[in-house]
């Protein structure tokens, strides 16, 4: 089937983080776009919506959900579609997007993104439940892999074959987190390139950066501290096995100025830079 169409890809992002509202919003600064999470904003009125229409008016906007439970048999709920659907509505953005996972049960929301099965029923579950909320927005979703800390012993699938599955069965997209696949590497012993070469590139729309909490035994991903070496090396072969895809930096947790987000936003042009020149010499 033909792959669902969005716009090329439109540069490098930040997450909007509250934190930064003023400093944005006093002068132009070096971001193409900026990825809010949903539900901060699917509230009536308040200032968070009001700073965002202000931010709207100077830079794109993608949405990025982290409650959609979109693993759930049931799915998400309408009246959260609704919500979003609304919220899209008023910033219109480039994309909209949620994590390949579940995040409550019964209604009840718990907060975290927890890790599905890698099987055939599962991926026609998932796959049930997105072409149903992609009927609803009438456009795309962008399905981002998750970290995991766990596996089940029901797998028939690797992860990507399952991300991979999902896509085709569903017609979405990818969001592909660069460093959830180390971190999930590292606490489940997989290669990460055969993840990467296991990926459709035609459907990979954006990727993520973030910095992890290293353990030792294992990772977490905190997005509390600045990207890691291995990551920044994985994000080049990513962009070899994709091309020029929107990436954006993922900062959750002892958030730094805007300025230091913005000099590690300009490593990953520099990466990019280097490695597209690269491919086109």
């Keep these: 089937m033909p792959v669902p169409s969005l716009i090329a890809s439109p540069g490098f992002g930040l997450g909007l983080r509250t934190d930064h509202y003023h400093e944005i919003l006093a002068a132009p600064c070096a971001v193409d776009w900026f990825e809010i999470l949903s539900e901060n904003y699917m509230v009536p009125g308040g200032k968070p919506l009001s700073m965002l229409d202000r931010i709207c008016e100077e830079y794109p906007v993608v949405m990025h959900g982290v409650s959609m439970s979109i693993g759930t048999p049931e799915g998400p709920s309408d009246a959260y579609l609704k919500d979003l659907k609304k919220l899209m509505r008023r910033v219109e953005p480039l994309w909209v997007s949620d994590h390949l996972c579940w995040t409550g049960v019964h209604g009840r929301n718990l907060h975290d993104l927890f890790p599905l099965p890698y099987t055939e029923e599962a991926v026609k579950q998932v796959a049930r439940n997105i072409r149903r909320v992609q009927d609803y927005l ?8 998750v970290s995991s800390y ?3 012993t029901c797998d028939s ?9 999902v896509a085709h069965e569903s017609d979405s997209l990818i969001l592909l987190d660069v460093n959830n696949i180390y971190v999930s590497s590292v606490n489940h012993g997989f290669d ?4 990467l070469q296991g990926i459709p590139a035609d459907r990979v729309q954006q990727i993520h950066l973030a910095g992890h909490s290293d353990h030792g035994d294992y990772i977490v991903d905190t ?6 070496d291995p990551v920044w090396a994985l994000y080049a072969d990513a962009l070899q096995r994709f091309g020029p895809v929107a990436t954006m930096i993922e900062r959750d947790d002892h958030i730094p100025p805007l300025s230091e987000l913005i000099v590690e936003l300009q490593q990953a042009r520099r990466i990019a830079s280097q490695v597209l020149r690269g491919q086109a010499a």
């Design 192 to 195: 990460p390139q055969q993840y």
């Design 150 to 152: 766990v596996s089940f």
């Design 138 to 145: 009438e456009r795309p979703l962008l399905m981002e892999n």
């Design 157 to 165: 699938l690797s992860e990507w074959e399952f991300i991979t599955a």
């Design 223 to 228: 997005h509390d501290h600045p990207i890691a």
